[in-house]
């Protein structure tokens, strides 16, 4: 997969995980796009270090849920932290 469409599966993961995990979380198409990407990543690296799959290509369903699931994971990190740090202040 091309390092453009890669990061276009991270944007549009990333705004399918926001859309998936209920309440307001903060940040721009900036912060969709590099949590997308980052979960992409991490969703590509956890499927293949527990189930031995990896990314097909682009217009693979198993690289869509791959990068789903790794971004509304890092997004849920993601609203923890900052709602931690929006809580103290």
């Not at 912060?31 to 997308?36: A, R, S, V």
Request: no cysteine; hydrophobic share 60%; charged share 5%.
């Amino acid at each position: 997969m091309s390092f453009l469409a890669f990061l276009l599966l991270g944007l549009i993961a990333g705004a399918i995980a926001k859309l998936i995990i209920p309440g307001r979380q903060g940040g721009g198409w900036l912060i969709t796009l590099l949590l997308g990407v980052v979960g992409a990543l991490l969703g590509g690296w956890l499927g293949g270090a527990i189930f031995g799959v990896g990314y097909d290509g682009f217009f693979s369903i198993q690289s869509w849920l791959i990068a789903i699931v790794g971004a509304v994971i890092v997004l849920l990190i993601y609203g923890l932290v900052v709602g931690r740090r929006t809580a103290r202040a």
